[in-house]
């Protein structure tokens, strides 16, 4: 029986390889299936339009190019999610460098910085940028803390430390990148240009910090918490397959405001601002505070200063 | 001749020295002020405390003279005074400190600093910094407290008060927002 069959089928393939494909009818093929791929209109609403698949690198927009991809971004914003946004493009400042203080004597892991920065930043949901770990007195080490906490806080002898992107000036998660989807920007803020990366999820293993995060699945945002205050390099809602972070909310603080997680705080534990002007608040901070950073060993040269005070 | 010479040099020198003396005298006595302003110079704006206060103001009660206590004693206990119980942790059983140690004694809508001045509500970094010292310190460099409004211009800071519950300074627990999770459903 067995052998019959692979008799069988060992004629039918011999009979297939003989009838060859003329040259015309593949091309035709090819051609068809070529035009139907691109230019067919849009079935589904998550289809990638033929201009998002020809899109060049950011660094390599045009003002027009960057123009028309904001405006079809919009668009298909309000398709999907039914929300009027707007998309802006706030460049780096001249000589300012950001610089994160957040003074561990005070934050009591209230967490209300993580749903101030999901409803700011657009997130699925089911995480956050920010991480606020639990940790015990006496002791600095990662691995012994836990997200996991339940109230009241702060709980007899334990602290909180509050974990995001570190903005490191030495980034190995830029490095790990093989098509320069991420780079760092001359203010000192680490950006994700979402629609070249190609999720390969290098970054996210290349970072010491765990800050940043891949959607494994649209990211879920009720519509009436979407923020129209949307930046095309920070909290524009990503898509599918492509890892995203904090970027201390660049679309507000390029224009002077403050992060959203730190306004948030009411616990008056984060500071924020400029590091190349002596009389800003995190200057005063790092030379009069015992200022230390995480995983100074990695000489990743982090942005993000804790101190106690 | 260089007798006159050297004369005229020491002259010379002598005059403009005498000038930066004098040149410095005089702005030592510009700099230093007369007397030492009652508002001291503060780098941000200080967020307004009276416009919060809505409810159970001191003089919807405290409004004629003989509705101030003139003696020291402890507070009543009554429904009016439901919140303002502890005051300072620390200073739950001390029987000196009452009402009066803050608050000017014929009108409690106003603050009273150990120097006798009266102070506004808006102002009580000055009666929490006589004893707080270092932290005012702090919070005069925003290492302690809330600066809001922006990194660059527009900044407002919040007082002692915005934060801190004045008749119970000490931070309580809170409940934290939960954790974000993964739904169910998903």
Redesign the interface.
């Known amino acids: 029986m067995t052998t019959d069959r692979s008799k069988r089928n060992k004629l039918f393939l011999e009979k297939k390889l003989e009838e060859k494909i003329e040259r015309r009818t593949f091309l035709k093929g090819l051609a068809t299936g070529l035009g139907l791929a691109l230019f067919s209109p849009e079935k589904t609403a998550n289809a990638l339009s033929f201009d998002e698949f020809w899109q060049k690198h950011y660094k390599e927009l045009t003002p027009e190019d960057k123009k028309r991809i904001f405006e079809r971004i919009e668009k298909q914003t309000l398709e999907r999610h039914h929300t009027e946004v707007k998309i802006s493009d706030h460049r780096p400042m001249d000589g300012v460098e950001f610089v994160y203080c957040l003074?561990l004597s005070?934050c009591?892991?209230?967490?209300?910085c993580?749903?101030a920065c999901?409803k700011e930043n657009n997130t699925d949901?089911?995480?956050?940028y920010i991480k606020v770990l639990e940790m015990e007195n006496g002791g600095f080490n990662l691995e012994k803390g836990t997200?996991?906490?339940?109230?009241?806080?702060?709980?007899e002898g334990k602290f909180y430390l509050p974990v995001q992107c570190n903005q490191c000036d030495n980034p190995p998660c830029v490095k790990a990148c093989p098509v320069a989807a991420t780079w760092k920007e001359k203010d000192g803020i680490v950006v994700i240009d979402y629609d070249w990366c190609i999720g390969c999820r290098y970054c996210q293993a290349a970072c010491p910090y765990e800050a940043r995060h891949f959607n494994f699945?649209t990211p879920e945002i009720p519509e009436n918490e979407i923020n129209p205050d949307q930046g095309y390099l920070s909290n524009r809602i990503r898509p599918r397959g492509v890892v995203e972070k904090c970027t201390f909310c660049l679309h507000r603080?390029r224009v002077?405001?403050?992060p959203a997680c730190l306004?948030a705080?009411?616990?008056?534990a984060r500071?924020?601002?400029?590091i190349l002007d002596p009389e800003?608040?995190v200057a005063?901070?790092i030379k009069?505070?015992r200022v230390f950073v995480l995983k100074e060993e990695l000489n990743t040269l982090p942005r993000f200063y804790y101190f106690f005070? | 001749m260089q007798m006159i010479k050297i004369c005229t040099m020491l002259m010379i020198v002598l005059i403009i020295i005498s000038c930066l003396f004098f040149n410095t005298f005089l702005h030592a006595q510009e700099d230093t002020p007369a007397t030492v302003s009652s508002q001291e110079e503060l780098p941000n704006e200080i967020i307004k405390r009276t416009p919060k206060i809505e409810m159970y103001r001191c003089d919807e009660c405290h409004d004629s003279e003989e509705s101030f206590n003139s003696k020291i004693r402890p507070m009543a206990k009554d429904k009016d005074h439901e919140s303002i119980t502890t005051f300072h942790p620390e200073k739950k059983d001390d029987p000196n400190f009452w009402c009066n140690n803050c608050h000017a004694s014929k009108n409690y809508n106003k603050l009273i600093l150990q120097s006798e001045e009266k102070i506004s509500f808006n102002e009580s970094y000055r009666l929490c910094g006589q004893c707080h010292g270092p932290t005012l310190k702090?919070w005069k460099?925003?290492?302690?407290?809330?600066?809001?409004?922006?990194?660059?211009?527009?900044k407002k800071q919040?007082s002692c008060t915005s934060?801190h519950n004045a008749h119970d300074p000490k931070?309580k627990?809170?409940?934290?927002?939960?954790?974000?999770?993964?739904?169910k459903k998903?």
């Open positions: 003074n005070k009591n892991g209230n967490r209300k993580v749903e999901q949901r089911s995480f956050s997200t996991h906490y339940l109230g009241p806080v702060p709980k699945r603080t002077g405001k403050l306004e705080c009411p616990t008056g500071k924020f601002g400029n800003s608040d005063k901070i009069n505070e005070s | 702090d460099n925003n290492i302690h407290g809330k600066v809001v409004g922006g990194w660059l211009n527009n919040h934060c931070m627990q809170v409940d934290p927002i939960p954790e974000p999770t993964r739904s998903s």
